[in-house]
C-alpha cells in the first residue's frame, strides 16, 4: 500500500511538472497601419536581411494629411536623387495593410505594392514586397533627413 502511495504521488507530481508551460515570450503590441502611424521619416535599414552596404541610403518621409511622400535615395545609381509622390494605404482581408505609391511628374508607380508589417511604436516595420516574398524591406524611424544628404542632393 505504501508503494502504491509513493507511486501515486510521484504520478501527481510528473504529472504537474509536465503540464506546465514554459513561459510565454512578451509580444511587443503593433501599430494598426495608418496614414498617422507611418506620418514620419524612415529609414531603410535592411534589405532581404542584409544592412545597407557603404554608401547605400533611403530615407522617406510620409505626411499623412496628404498622403504624400518625399524620398531620398541612393542604391540605384551614384547619384543621390530627391523622389517625390503621392501614396495609398489598403486593408486587403487576406494579406493584410498595403502600401503602394506613384511618383510625381508622371514617372508612374512604384515597382512593387508592399505589405507592411510589424510596425512597432519602438520605430520600426517591415515591408514585403506583394509579387515576391522574398523582397523584404526594414525600416526605421529616425528624426530627419541628415543634413549631408540634402547637401548632396542639393536642397
Not at 111 to 136: C, P
Amino acid at each position: 500500500m505504501k508503494n502504491i502511495l509513493k507511486l501515486m504521488a510521484l504520478f501527481a507530481f510528473l504529472l504537474c511538472f509536465i503540464s506546465c508551460d514554459e513561459d510565454e515570450k512578451a509580444e511587443i503590441p503593433t501599430l494598426p497601419v495608418t496614414a498617422a502611424n507611418l506620418n514620419g521619416t524612415w529609414q531603410l535599414s535592411e534589405w532581404n536581411g542584409q544592412p545597407m552596404s557603404e554608401g547605400t541610403y533611403c530615407y522617406i518621409t510620409f505626411n499623412r494629411k496628404e498622403l504624400t511622400f518625399e524620398m531620398y535615395q541612393k542604391f540605384d545609381s551614384m547619384y543621390a536623387r530627391h523622389i517625390t509622390g503621392h501614396f495609398s494605404l489598403e486593408n486587403d482581408p487576406y494579406l493584410g495593410y498595403i502600401i503602394s505609391g506613384e511618383y510625381d511628374f508622371g514617372n508612374g508607380d512604384w515597382n512593387n505594392n508592399y505589405i507592411v508589417t510589424d510596425l512597432l511604436a519602438t520605430g520600426s516595420m517591415v515591408w514585403t514586397a506583394k509579387e515576391d516574398a522574398e523582397d523584404i524591406s526594414r525600416y526605421v524611424r529616425c528624426d530627419g533627413i541628415p543634413s549631408s544628404i540634402l547637401d548632396e542632393v542639393g536642397n
